[in-house]
């Protein structure tokens, strides 16, 4: 998304949800991760949660409607995994998206081609 | 009643092309410059009178959701754009009233918000121990009243959507928070405005004037460290806190900077996160100035304005901020 969160989508209709290399680098090392409670449903557009480095916070935002299924406790202990590995073991929630939910149509979402297009105009 | 001062801040300053830079590139003066028309213009609002910490939040929160609800008025539009434009293969038209109604919205974005406070007691706490604070915690920093405040209203604790942790608000510190698009500004992610705000702070201590009635600086030799915020003493003596919060990339909150604060509020505990961390203030470490806290914001709000390349400043002053209700 244009406000640099990944989801990548299994055929079961569950996903993972995390936040791009860019939005790691701008942010600086995370030192606290917030996120939801198992069982929160979250609509596209909503906070997901923050992310805490040594000077700043900044709100995570839910690619598309869905519920938590699962969150990435290592990050309580380790969060400066997001900065390591955002895009594979830095995810933050494992989410059963709404039945209604096809991403190829989801507002907002891109894929890899169309983000890295936005980050250019980012400068 | 208030009053509105308009002062230009004239720069032929070179554009610096890094993000960021060290502490040690003092002859940079720009870390980034406006790419929209409407980061032009600074605005600093300058609140002359103490108020309820909770107030000054509330002003805040006022102002970023303003800046929220325009970005999502104005990013629905460009996607519908995009949709008709697809949709029509691009022989989609708009009338011309139509337009000149879009073209109005477009131009709504606000400018970038300096507000300048002081506030009644006040200990806040961040994001990362709000899980952990306990009760007595909190009463013990609520029953803290050093001798010399008795006057003053004992300190709240209030919790806040910042980075950091606790930290002290009170009468004798300036607060500055900063409410800015970062989009709005060349290559200027959040550690950047981290940065930009840790520099400015750093030229004020250096720059402000002892007195009112002379031309003599300050002087005071700061730096950034390892942990948060702007210290002296070579870096063993802390005089300015530094958080912010980012949503949708418009920011908040800022930093605190000890002016002519009783100290005993902060050494007295241990603060943002920190064992054995001192705290000190302009007047402990130049006992023969005679500072306030407004002519610290102002000095600060001049620093961050030739920090972020904007070209005119326009202050406003408000003594009552009650004003506000009746001017939404």
């Known amino acids: ?123 | 009643m208030s009053r509105c001062i308009r002062q230009s801040v004239c720069t032929n300053f070179n554009v610096c092309r890094r993000q960021c830079f060290s502490t040690y590139a003092s002859a940079l003066k720009e870390m980034t410059h406006p790419i929209k028309p409407s980061a032009q213009t600074l605005r600093h609002l300058q609140f002359t009178q103490r108020i309820p910490f909770q107030k000054g939040l509330e002003i805040q929160e006022t102002l970023v959701r303003a800046n929220l609800d325009i970005k999502d008025i104005q990013s629905k539009i460009e996607r519908k754009l995009i949709q008709l434009d697809e949709e029509y293969k691009g022989t989609a038209t708009i009338n011309d009233n139509e337009k000149r109604i879009l073209d109005k919205v477009m131009a709504m974005k606000p400018n970038p918000i300096i507000l300048t406070f002081e506030f009644e007691p006040t200990y806040t706490g961040g994001k990362r121990i709000k899980k952990t604070m306990t009760p007595d915690q909190i009463a013990a920093y609520e029953s803290f009243i050093p001798e010399t405040q008795k006057d003053n209203p004992r300190p709240k604790f209030v919790q806040v959507e910042r980075g950091g942790q606790v930290t002290f608000h009170g009468p004798g510190q300036i607060v500055i928070y900063i409410i800015l698009d970062l989009k709005t500004f060349q290559s200027f992610p959040a550690k950047c405005l981290v940065s930009c705000i840790e520099q400015a702070t750093i030229r004020t201590l250096k720059n402000t004037k002892m007195c009112d009635d002379t031309d003599k600086p300050l002087n005071l030799d700061a730096m950034t460290t390892k942990d948060t915020g702007v210290w002296v003493e070579n870096g063993k003596k802390k005089v300015a806190s530094v958080g912010i919060h980012v949503r949708r990339s418009i920011t908040s909150h800022g930093v605190a900077i000890n002016v002519n604060t009783d100290l005993s509020y902060m050494n007295s505990f241990e603060m943002c996160g920190l064992k054995n961390t001192l705290t000190t203030s302009i007047m402990e470490q130049r006992p023969d100035a005679v500072v306030n806290v407004q002519s610290v914001a102002i000095s600060f709000v001049k620093e961050m304005t030739k920090l972020l390349g904007i070209k005119t400043l326009e202050r406003m002053q408000i003594d009552d901020v009650n004003i506000l209700k009746k001017n939404p």
């Not at chain 1, 299994?10 to 949800?17: E, G, I, R, Y």
């Not at chain 1, 917030?34 to 997901?48: C, D, F, K, N």
């Not at chain 1, 935002?61 to 594979?88: C, F, K, S, W």
């Not at chain 1, 830095?90 to 939910?101: I, N, P, R």
Request: glycine share 10%; proline share 3%.
């Open chain 1, 1 to 123: 998304t244009s406000q640099h969160e990944w989801i990548a989508v299994h055929q079961d209709k569950t996903a993972f949800v995390g936040i791009t290399k860019y939005a790691t680098d701008a942010l600086g090392d995370a030192t606290y991760v917030e996120l939801p409670e198992v069982g929160t449903e979250i609509a596209q557009g909503e906070s997901l949660g923050s992310i805490e480095s040594v000077k700043s916070a900044s709100e995570i935002y839910q690619p598309a409607d869905g519920t938590v299924e699962e969150i990435n406790t290592n990050l309580e202990e380790n969060p400066g995994v997001v900065n390591e590995d955002p895009m594979g073991d830095g995810w933050l929630v494992k989410m059963k998206l709404g039945e209604g939910v096809n991403v190829e149509q989801v507002e907002g979402l891109m894929s890899l081609e169309q983000y890295e297009k936005t980050l250019v105009h980012d400068d």
